[in-house]
């Protein structure tokens, strides 16, 4: 991070503004403003409350009011430090602040180094579903600094595990291998272990997002565990069980759903189930509704943003290594939801 | 309107919005929800408060319910039956629902017509200032019925007139030769000099916004006469002066402004404010302030996106028919102020 300001793809501009969160903010903040106002004459800074809850209009309101009351420019270059909450607000705050300046990703959390920061997606959540108000738009650069990765809640660690994990059974069986061997390691936070799952989850992601920016069919695999996950979020209430959380009970579940429609065999799900424990992420979904609960997954699993006229698309793994976009019957569906709650 | 739902470039989807207002829904929706149900299976519609001052992130959120209410994917297409400020707010939440889905203009208003239907502009106000949070996005199809104008009020049609104007000393003077004898034709509503006007000015802002989608140049020229005319709208609180209006206004002091810097002469000026005034437009513009009005001007037009670390750029008339952004003195600015208000 200290040497972000002599990196040359970073715009040229007057003022700057780090948008970070009240947890981040007093570890990195002083620390990255220092190092910008080697190249920005003008840094502000800006904390937002931290956590998934606080992921709608009224957040991203006050990055709008700070740059509004502070007279920046269109010129001006906006930093998020933080995790993924912090990056894709700050990233639609830039896409949409007078239709378009310029951002920054320096991601703090693993989640945020592995998967949120690269791709260019942002946005907020409605009470109605999880990022259904956004934009498409990229970063200028981002900037992951391991070291921040030390002062990570362990939980948080775990939860950035799930979309490290997410990358083997959908495009790489060799990394889920390494993966395999190396899991103490990133739970201990090995610095090599670490920079090996960053590098090549960033490259895998790369890759997809590259042939596919606006999700307009493969870039939907990099979403494996998410229609799952994202009924867990919301039937939950944001913020109850971190998005790497739900991701992990997700893709045991898409796993499920994958054996049961004859893609993947039994020991396939084993294994990554087995993987996904081993991160310390739960391995088992929870009831959302007592009453009527596959009926309360599936109601959630229709305003998922790759439903289309009420069908649920599935990120589904067909065979190790290779995923696939598909809709599924509702019985089998249900079926999977009874097993894995 | 009758023969939209016959047009090769409407997408296709099961769904589809309507949003308009409370003052052309009972004008025109059914109309076009009868049409529209012969290409989509769904059609629904959503009346928005009317006027200026509703252009917020309030009645914008009011789409997002209503598409996350219905079940609307990704493919659902919006239609903005309306105005400016009921095609801005529906272009940007088409841009920012599920992070885009299509969207089709249908204005109703001249000022739409002739300017914010074409381009892609959208989004809304922030209580320091208009248009600072939005998207371009573009509409795949643009519907002008020239019919509608028909119910438009007086002052809303001379509002729409202020952008018809404003393409003669930008880009063609011809156009505003033209406009000097047709000015009582377009008064009266007459469909063919109306058709001539909407279409010569669809033609000028296509060819500008075609060379220069994200104004990082030239597209600035569209806005001749809206620096000053947004320090009005703002000044005054937004929709107590039509927008059409204060660009009038805006004219008048861009135009005195280039006199000042010896870009053109009084003849031109005068020719210039006696066709502002022919339209039924202001030519003199307000006092916002009465103890510091050229200073409350000059600080509502740092605001402006064009402004670069604090500096305005105005549009200025560079000889007739040519423009020029540049900067200029304040003491000029004041002097123009205080000889227009």
Not at 55 to 77: E, M, P, S, Y
Not at 125 to 134: R, T, Y
Not at 147 to 171: C, F, M, N, Q, W
Not at 231 to 251: D, F, P, Q, T
Request: hydrophobic share 45%; with cysteine; charged share 20%.
């Amino acid at each position: 991070m200290d040497a972000v300001h002599e990196h040359p793809a970073l715009p040229a501009s007057a003022q700057a503004l780090v948008v970070t969160n009240q947890t981040v903010g007093p570890l990195y903040g002083e620390r990255l403003v220092n190092t910008l106002k080697h190249r920005y004459s003008v840094v502000h800074t800006l904390e937002l409350p931290d956590g998934e809850e606080h992921k709608n209009w009224q957040t991203l309101n006050l990055i709008f009011d700070a740059l509004l009351q502070h007279g920046c420019d269109r010129k001006t270059v906006l930093f998020a430090l933080g995790g993924g909450v912090v990056g894709d607000m700050t990233g639609f705050a830039a896409a949409s602040y007078m239709r378009g300046v310029p951002f920054v990703q320096v991601p703090t959390t693993l989640l945020a180094q592995v998967d949120s920061s690269v791709g260019g997606k942002t946005g907020i959540n409605h009470p109605l579903g999880k990022n259904m108000i956004g934009a498409f738009y990229q970063p200028r650069l981002v900037v992951c600094d391991l070291a921040t990765l030390d002062t990570l809640p362990e939980r948080e660690l775990s939860a950035g595990l799930a979309e490290v994990i997410k990358y083997g059974p959908i495009a790489d069986m060799e990394f889920m291998a390494w993966q395999e061997g190396a899991m103490e390691a990133l739970r201990a936070r090995d610095r090599a272990a670490l920079a090996h799952a960053v590098r090549r989850s960033c490259e895998i992601k790369a890759w997809v997002v590259g042939q596919d920016e606006r999700e307009s069919g493969l870039r939907a695999i990099l979403n494996f565990g998410h229609t799952f996950g994202h009924a867990i979020e919301a039937g939950m209430g944001y913020g109850v069980w971190l998005h790497g959380e739900a991701v992990g009970a997700g893709m045991v579940m898409a796993a499920e759903l994958s054996m049961r429609m004859g893609l993947v065999d039994q020991a396939f799900v084993q294994r990554l189930r087995s993987l996904i424990a081993r991160a310390g992420l739960p391995v088992k979904a929870p009831v959302l509704d007592a009453a009527d609960n596959a009926g309360r997954y599936l109601e959630l699993m229709r305003v998922d943003k790759k439903a289309e006229s009420g069908e649920i698309r599935f990120v589904l793994i067909d065979g190790p290594g290779k995923a696939v976009l598909r809709a599924a019957p509702d019985a089998l569906v249900r079926d999977v939801i009874d097993a894995c709650c």
